[in-house]
């Protein structure tokens, strides 16, 4: 209580020096907690900043957060759902507010992507391709893992604490300033960071920036940039039906609101029909919009390229990024000359540069095919939350972990950890997690802790642990009823399946919990908070037995990017720092 009244104090001296400059007041506050060291020939308003900084990041981060709950700015989302242009003229007039015009966004050389799957990892791939030019790049995606500072990177790393602070507050205190009462006040939470976003990378004076797009793509508020350099759509699907559509030509549609005209656009092969609406939507742009071939067209004499993000999904993935870095190489006069414009082209294969090459290498993208070996445990993290992405991830999972031999002794446990959110239809994805063959399925909310002290970067005010819990227990029957179907139609199942179904899956109030049953202490990385009473689980302690006795745990986690940040957070502490 007395560092945080400390820490109070400071800020409110600090924010009362500021006019006249703290130097000249000539008087240290005998109150603050903490002096300049001994014989320090630091300045008394350099101490006094320095000693903030961490005060001033987890201030940022509430007060972030408190944009989540806005219930004027939802009604008046569902009000303008219908129409795009008041959506963006919206969020021009936050931008305005916020001391930008939407024509200072032309500055930043932008590549705008959208999706339903793969847009993250198109990115990612993108900005390692042209920064590996020399580049600055900035990076803007979502969502984040494990800190906020994730969605806004340059150079590929998430911004300092400091950085996120100092920009957040610029572009908080100027909306504050220029509150309406006649209309929002404050700009939602993914509002605000795109905002935010775009002052950092023009303060900071990038080259270009790579902007994902969050939802959809007509309506989404990245969609306030006029003249991106080029576009990209990767592989679509359905996702997000109650605000994009139930259908996949009504996705593609939204999708497709991206494209500006004159900019070109590239895709990856789509089912005829979602394509055919994106070939429409570039006429009405009007855009050129190129098919991107298969990356087997980039690859000399049968030598594959080294791709750093796993899973065969990822060769779609990087075809999109090597033609959009090359457009947008060419665009800046870095290299050759335009591509040719005709009406539905293949865009043409070429030989992939060095740095492009390398850039395809060195792409890391957390949380999307990751693999953590950590002892007996072996972590398979993919964040896959849609049909074919969960389709994807399976195979990447049967073939990393299912096919590799097992331990001498065939004492092999293989877990789900599962968590999934949003109007997703569980039972489906569930179904096709079946193939993997696990021994427990386990299922938890996306909350790292039961309490939510210290894990601000991961708060969600727009549900509770009450619903996630009732949303966990669903799908442990819903799993649990595929189990029974399972058992009536083959004879697959390992020795630990032949115990009743419901000690095959358990629900865990949190992450943690959840991990300390799964690791029983055998990974050297996860340091489990000591927590009485954990295993309320009937047969929870049937369970561990053979999980402290395995020679080898395999471990998928996912369903919800959410839940992935979450493991992260807790198996790598680096990433917290």
């Known amino acids: 209580l007395w560092q945080l009244l400390s820490e109070l104090l400071l800020r409110l001296f600090l924010s009362s020096a500021s006019s006249v400059g703290i130097s000249d007041l000539g008087w240290a506050p005998r109150w603050a907690s903490r002096r300049p060291p001994s014989g320090s020939h630091m300045g008394l308003e350099r101490w006094l900043l320095a000693t903030i900084p961490s005060y001033e990041w987890r201030d940022a981060i509430r007060t972030l957060n408190t944009l989540q709950t806005n219930a004027n700015y939802l009604e008046q989302v569902k009000r303008e759902r219908g129409d795009p242009q008041v959506q963006l003229e919206a969020m021009k007039g936050f931008l305005e507010r916020s001391g930008l015009k939407v024509e200072d966004l032309d500055q930043l050389n932008i590549i705008h992507v959208t999706g339903t799957k793969g847009k993250g990892s198109t990115c990612a791939f993108t900005e390692r391709i042209l920064r590996n030019y020399g580049l600055k790049t900035g990076f803007y995606s979502s969502p984040h893992l494990v800190q906020v500072r994730e969605r806004i990177r340059i150079n590929g790393q998430p911004i300092s604490k400091e950085l996120f602070s100092k920009y957040f507050w610029q572009v908080y205190n100027r909306l504050e300033e220029t509150k309406d009462p006649g209309h929002a006040s404050m700009p939602a939470y993914f509002r605000f960071l795109t905002i935010m976003a775009f002052h950092v990378f023009l303060q900071e004076k990038v080259d270009l920036a790579v902007v994902e797009v969050g939802i959809g793509g007509a309506y989404d508020c990245t969609n306030i940039i006029r003249k991106p350099i080029v576009c990209g759509v990767s592989s679509l699907g359905i996702d997000h039906t109650s605000i994009l559509g139930d259908t996949i030509e009504k996705i593609a549609w939204q999708k497709g609101g991206i494209f500006k005209p004159g900019v070109p656009a590239f895709t990856v092969p789509q089912p005829e029909r979602p394509l055919e609406v ?32 796993a899973g065969e999904h990822q060769r779609s993935n990087a075809t999109l990024a090597l033609q959009l870095s090359r457009a947008w190489l060419q665009q800046q006069g870095y290299q050759g000359k335009e591509l040719g414009k005709r009406p539905v082209p293949l865009a043409p294969a070429f030989r992939p540069s060095s740095s492009m090459v390398q850039g395809l290498q060195d792409t890391e993208w957390l949380g999307r095919n990751q693999v953590l070996q950590h002892g007996p445990v072996t972590w398979y993290i993919d964040g896959a939350h849609t049909t074919s992405s969960v389709q994807a991830c399976v195979r990447w999972f049967r073939q990393a972990a299912l096919n590799e031999e097992k331990p001498v002794d065939g004492s092999e446990v293989r877990v789900l950890l599962f968590n999934a959110t949003g109007d997703r239809d569980t039972a489906a994805l569930l179904k096709l997690l079946l193939p993997c063959r696990f021994d427990y399925a386990v299922f938890c909310p996306n909350f790292t802790e039961v309490s939510v002290v210290g894990n601000a970067d991961q708060q969600n005010f727009n549900v509770t642990l009450e619903n996630m819990l009732t949303r966990c227990l669903e799908n442990q029957k819903k799993w649990n009823r595929l189990m029974e179907e399972k058992v009536g139609q083959d004879l697959w199942l390992s020795p630990p399946m032949h115990r009743p179904l419901n000690s095959n899956s358990l629900v865990f109030p949190c992450i943690s919990h959840a991990l300390q049953w799964i690791t029983q202490g055998r990974d050297p990385h996860f340091q489990a908070p000591a927590t009485k009473g954990l295993h309320l689980h009937p047969v929870a302690g049937t369970g561990a037995v053979l999980l402290k006795e395995a020679a080898a ?15 992260l957070k807790l198996l790598d502490q680096s990433l917290s720092q």
């Open 553 to 567: 745990i395999r471990v998928l986690v996912t369903g919800s990017l959410h839940l992935v940040g979450g493991v």
């Open 278 to 309: 994106l070939r429409e939507r570039a006429r009405e742009s009007p855009c050129p919009l190129y098919l991107c071939p298969d990356l087997d067209a980039f690859e000399e004499d049968d030598k594959a390229l080294q791709l750093g993000l």
